[in-house]
C-alpha cells in the first residue's frame, strides 16, 4: 500500500522508518523474505478494501452529482508487463522487438465515477481481450440504478448494451459512430437535437433473451454538438427530456468522460503502473488492485480539504484544489499509520497539513492541444510519486 517503486529492499527501509517515526518498531526485514511472504496474500483483499472506501464514502454527505445523476465513465487501456514465460503464458504476446525480445502486454479497463474520482471497478486481462468483453464482466457485477448515468465514447456503442442498459434502468450517453443508420438518417436531418425509437436487431435476440431483455423497441435522443476543433459529435443518451435536460447539459455531460481518461493518466504515470514489483501474475495483480485502492483511498482523504478551499477566508482570482500527485505521495506515509502503527489521527493530522500547502489553481476553459503519446515510459510532465 505504499506504492513500491523503488527497489525492495529500499522500500523495506522507508517502511521502517515510517514505522519508527510513528513511535512504533519492526525488526529488518530481507526483501527474499518479504517476496516469500507476499506469495500469501490475495490480490483480492484490495478489491475488497476499495470496495468498502467507496461504500463509506457514498454513505456520506459529500458525493457530488450532476443534475441529480452520478456520472460515471468507462474507458479502456493497454499496458506493458514483465516479460516472464508465466505472464507471457498468461497475459499474450503483441508484438517482438528489433532484437527479439517479447512484449508482454496486459489489458485494462476502469469504471469511474468522474466527479468524485473513486474507480467503482478495475480490471486487469489478457491482451487480446475486448474492451466490451471486460465491460460486461463490470456490468455483471457492478451495482446501479436510475439515478447512475453511464458515459461512453463511441468504440463502445450497440444495440444489445444500449438495450441492457434501459432493462437495468441505467441511463446512458454514447458518442456515436457515423456508420449507424440512424445517425446517418439524423444527419441528412439537419436537426440539433431529435428524438429515436430504437428497435432491437434481430441478430441480438438470442442473447437478449439470455439478459432477460423483453422490450423490443424504446425511445432515446439523438443530439448533435460543435466542438470547438470544429468536428460534429453525434451523442445518443436515455435522457429525453428537453426541457430539463438541454442539448448544452448534454455537451458538459460528455465532457465529463474526460475525467476517466486523467484517470488512466494518474494511473500510468503518477503511481507508476507498469513499474511492477514482481514478475509473477500474483506479483502483477497485487500491484495493479493496490494501485486503484490507493487512488481511491487519496480521493476519499482529500475530499473535505478541497471542499474547504472552495470557501476561501480571502477573496481569491481562483478556487484550489489539492495537487493530487502531492496527495499520492504523502499517503505513501500516511497508510503506515492508518494501517500499521495506528496513529489514526495522528496520520491525519500531518496529512491535512501537509496537503492544505500543496494545491493548485483550478482555472476553467484551459484547452490543450491532444498529442500522441511519446515512446519513453516516464514522461517528464508526470512525474511518479
Known amino acids: 500500500m505504499t506504492n ?3 527497489s525492495i529492499q529500499r522500500e523495506l527501509a522507508l517502511f521502517k522508518d515510517a514505522i519508527e517515526l510513528d513511535g512504533g518498531s519492526i525488526p529488518e526485514v530481507h526483501k527474499s523474505a518479504f517476496c516469500k511472504a507476499r506469495k500469501k496474500l ?36 493497454t499496458h ?32 469511474y465515477d468522474t466527479l468524485n474520482h473513486l474507480t467503482l471497478y478495475g480490471e486487469m486481462d489478457r491482451y487480446r481481450q475486448s474492451e466490451m468483453g471486460m465491460l460486461w464482466n463490470a456490468l455483471s457485477v457492478l451495482k ?27 441511463q446512458f450517453c ?3 459512430k457515423d456508420n449507424w443508420y440512424e445517425v446517418q438518417r439524423f444527419l441528412r436531418s439537419g436537426l440539433e437535437s431529435d428524438d429515436l425509437i430504437i428497435n432491437l436487431p434481430a441478430r441480438d435476440q438470442r442473447k437478449a433473451d439470455e439478459l432477460g431483455i423483453k422490450e423490443k423497441r424504446f425511445k432515446c435522443r439523438l443530439l448533435k454538438v460543435q466542438l470547438d476543433s470544429g468536428e460534429t459529435e453525434i451523442l445518443l443518451t436515455s435522457l429525453t427530456n428537453e426541457t430539463k435536460i438541454t442539448v448544452a447539459d448534454l455537451y458538459e455531460l460528455y465532457g465529463l468522460r474526460w475525467f476517466v481518461e486523467e484517470a488512466f493518466k494518474t494511473f500510468k504515470h503518477k503511481v507508476c503502473l507498469e513499474n511492477f514489483s514482481g514478475k509473477s501474475d500474483k506479483a502483477v495483480l497485487q500491484d495493479f488492485y493496490v494501485k486503484i485502492f490507493i487512488m481511491n483511498l487519496t480521493a476519499v482523504a482529500v475530499r473535505p480539504i478541497n471542499e474547504a478551499l472552495k470557501k476561501p477566508s480571502v477573496k481569491v482570482k481562483y478556487t484550489y484544489q489539492v495537487n493530487f500527485t502531492e496527495a499520492l505521495a504523502t499517503m505513501k506515509r500516511g ?10 489521527t495522528k496520520g491525519l493530522q500531518r496529512l491535512y497539513d501537509r496537503l492544505q500547502k500543496a494545491t493548485a489553481a483550478i482555472r476553467p476553459g484551459r484547452k490543450f492541444k491532444r498529442r500522441e503519446p511519446e515512446k519513453r515510459r516516464f514522461h517528464t510532465n508526470y512525474k511518479p510519486t
Open 144 to 170: 446501479l440504478d436510475r439515478k447512475d448515468i453511464l458515459v461512453f465514447d463511441r468504440y463502445y456503442a450497440s444495440h444489445l448494451l444500449i438495450f441492457y442498459l434501459h432493462k437495468r434502468g441505467v
Open 4 to 6: 513500491l517503486a523503488k
Open 174 to 176: 454514447f458518442r456515436m
Open 80 to 111: 506493458e508487463l514483465p516479460a516472464s514465460k508465466e505472464l507471457k503464458e498468461k497475459y499474450g504476446v503483441a508484438a517482438k522487438r528489433a532484437d527479439g525480445k517479447e512484449i508482454c502486454m496486459a489489458r485494462s479497463l476502469m469504471v
Open 42 to 77: 490475495k490480490h483480492t483483499v484490495f478489491i475488497e478494501f476499495s470496495q468498502m472506501a467507496c461504500k463509506e464514502f457514498y454513505a456520506s454527505d459529500e458525493v457530488l452529482r450532476w443534475k441529480g445523476y452520478r456520472v460515471i465513465g468507462v474507458d479502456g487501456s
Open 335 to 344: 497508510v503506515v499509520s492508518f494501517f500499521i502503527t495506528g496513529s489514526i
